[in-house]
């Protein structure tokens, strides 16, 4: 038998190397919490389109903290950026992330729960869009 150990990121480490490449504070927390290691990190603040996306999404809980009818139109313009399962799956992963730092607004559990529900919808084959929406809905 074998046990495989995951041991802990220094995030701090991974905060400042992002922060060295030239994003910013905000970019840099989230992909310090998304990345594994400091390659894992460096191959994610290549990507340019995922920096597009974490902004979109960070625009998209702006608009659903203030205005949930605003935000299904928003979520469409959201949908359309992400066109593969890598990216679906990254936005559902800043989403979660973005709504957890947003802890003390009084909606945010309920928008995580609804995350979570939309993640698990998206999973059992439903359309990316029609899991968004409904989160945005419900």
Known sequence: RTQVFQFPKNRLLLVEQ???SGLLKSQ????????KTPSHLEELIQNKKRLDLIQVVERFIDVLFKDELLAYLEAAWMVRLANDKDEQEFIFQVLTILLAGRFNHEQSLSYLKKTYKAHLMWQSNVSFQNAIEYMVIS
């Not at 840099?28 to 990345?35: E, T, V």
């Open 28 to 35: 840099a927390n989230i992909l310090s919490d998304l990345a």
């Open 18 to 20: 992002a922060e060295k």
